[in-house]
């Protein structure tokens, strides 16, 4: 498999992962505060959206790339 099909293989899967898992959520624990062994941390939950024209984007560059791949071996 040469270098130009794996990169259309991993766009691919991203880009339907994109359209399946279209939002995700992370948390980000920081410390607020230290005094002594007392430590203060507080959590903060970040939404992200996968736009739709990314995802369709990263589809379709990957097909093309395979489909170059399969040509660039004939």
Do not use: C, R, Y
């Not at 880009?15 to 410390?31: C, I, M, R």
């Not at 203060?40 to 959206?49: A, D, N, R, V």
């Not at 024209?53 to 170059?68: M, R, Y």
């Amino acid at each position: 498999m040469s270098k130009l099909m794996a990169a259309g293989a991993i766009l691919v899967i991203l880009g339907v992962l994109g359209f399946a898992v279209p939002f995700f959520t992370t948390h980000e624990t920081t410390d607020v505060a230290k005094l002594g062994d007392l430590k203060l941390t507080t959590t903060e939950s970040k939404s992200h959206t996968i736009p739709p024209i990314a995802a369709g984007g990263a589809l379709i560059l990957g097909i093309v790339l395979l489909g170059g791949g399969f040509f660039k071996k004939a």
